[in-house]
């Protein structure tokens, strides 16, 4: 039995130079894929943008006794978000878009419908009825707290 000190075994010259290779391989591979998620991520918001570009004329807005006796009746809802939306007909699409504009470039939701006839948004305890009318598509942004509807020229796709 030997309980003397050992001599610490040190790293010979190949040894220290296989290390620091896979080092800077695995570095390599993983700004790699770290580089192309990032760019994955910012062309998917690109797209998001574009496919939700919520452009054109404000909606007309409409209170609960005007709906109530023009129509169309509110049918159906859903949550988005902080959102409680409730339309007439047509279909809804949603999407959080990034806020490239926004000093935080944080993100917000915008919801599209094909014809809604009427909505109804609700956040927190605001209460907002719009009247975009039948075969009008429209789309609710939620942006920094204000809930906007605006008339858009193109239809979902």
């Known amino acids: 039995m030997d309980y003397g000190f050992r001599k610490k075994r040190r790293l010979s010259r190949e040894m220290k130079i296989t290390l620091a290779a896979g080092a800077a391989v695995s ?32 909606c007309p807005t409409t209170t609960k006794a005007q709906l109530a006796a023009n129509g169309p009746n509110l049918r159906h809802g859903f949550d988005f978000g902080d959102m409680h939306l409730v339309h007439a007909f047509g279909d809804a699409d949603c999407a959080w878009i990034a806020d490239h504009a926004g000093a935080g470039m944080g993100r917000f939701p915008v919801c599209r419908f094909t014809s809604p006839g009427s909505l109804e948004v609700v956040v927190g305890k605001t209460d907002v009825l719009f009247a975009p009318g039948l075969g009008r598509p429209a789309a609710i942004v939620l942006d920094r707290g204000q809930v906007r509807c605006l008339l858009t020229a193109k239809e979902m796709g």
């Open 27 to 58: 570095l390599a591979i993983a700004g790699y894929f770290t580089i192309a998620s990032v760019l994955r991520d910012r062309d998917k918001n690109i797209a998001d943008s574009r496919a939700y570009a919520a452009s054109g004329a404000p």
